[in-house]
T-cell receptor, first 113, second 111 residues
Framework: GIQVEQSPPDLILQEGANSTLRCNFSDSVNNLQWFHQNPWGQLINLFYIPSGTKQNGRLSATTVATERYSLLYISSSQTTDSGVYFCAVEQADRGSTLGRLYFGRGTQLTVWP | NAGVTQTPKFRILKIGQSMTLQCTQDMNHNYMYWYRQDPGMGLKLIYYSVGAGITDKGEVPNGYNVSRSTTEDFPLRLELAAPSQTSVYFC??????????FGPGTRLTVL
């Protein structure tokens, strides 16, 4: 299956700082999503972004599909941003079936007050 | 809408026991999924379904079974539990491409 690598594995920030999380993938994709898992384990969909740029408040994401990477930007971080950020991709159709998302191992973000 | 609900929240099994993890969604989504998450790892797809009566294997289906008799329900069956199945299990549903709705998870320990 497709390989998904996220960096950095861990990130510690002071409140108010900005950060960039990266997701590299090994093959063409037709779906890429970013998720946040909060410290209580709840998974929240942040972006559906197979290509291009999207913004939602302090968060934005960019996917450059031709170069096989995606970036998640968090600006003016808050303690509530803490948790694990996952990138997940679906390999472009090579007989693969819709909905088979492959997850990276995540970036553990800790924001201190 | 309750969204995606899972029961139980926690369970401890002995090796060799069986159990069913329940998942229900009330959003009329055709696509439903079961994932497992091991400590420090991302989610791995166990099984998924694109509609009632249709299921297919994901990355790690061994030791599990599913059925989808209704749009709302997608139970996951563990037969002959093994310590390797100790994990957190998430059910999810979506309309199609974008996976948006996850259940709260079931934490399973096999001793």
């Amino acid at each position: 299956g497709i390989q998904v690598e996220q960096s950095p594995p861990d990130l510690i920030l002071q409140e108010g700082a900005n950060s960039t999380l990266r997701c590299n993938f090994s093959d063409s994709v037709n779906n890429l999503q970013w998720f946040h898992q909060n410290p209580w384990g709840q998974l929240i969909n942040l972006f559906y972004i197979p290509s291009g740029t999207k913004q939602n408040g302090r968060l934005s994401a960019t996917t450059v599909a031709t170069e096989r990477y995606s970036l998640l930007y968090i600006s003016s971080s808050q303690t509530t941003d803490s948790g694990v950020y996952f990138c997940a991709v679906e390999q472009a159709d090579r007989g693969s079936t819709l909905g088979r998302l492959y997850f990276g191992r995540g970036t553990q973000l800790t924001v201190w007050p | 809408n309750a969204g995606v609900t899972q029961t139980p929240k926690f369970r401890i099994l002995k090796i060799g026991q069986s159990m069913t993890l329940q998942c229900t969604q009330d959003m009329n989504h055709n696509y439903m999924y079961w994932y497992r998450q091991d400590p420090g790892m991302g989610l791995k797809l166990i099984y998924y379904s694109v509609g009632a009566g249709i299921t297919d294997k994901g990355e790690v289906p061994n030791g599990y079974n599913v059925s989808r008799s209704t749009t709302e329900d997608f139970p996951l069956r563990l037969e002959l539990a093994a310590p390797s199945q100790t994990s957190v299990y998430f059910c999810a549903s979506s309309t199609r491409k974008e996976l948006r709705f996850f259940g709260p998870g079931t934490r399973l320990t096999v001793l």
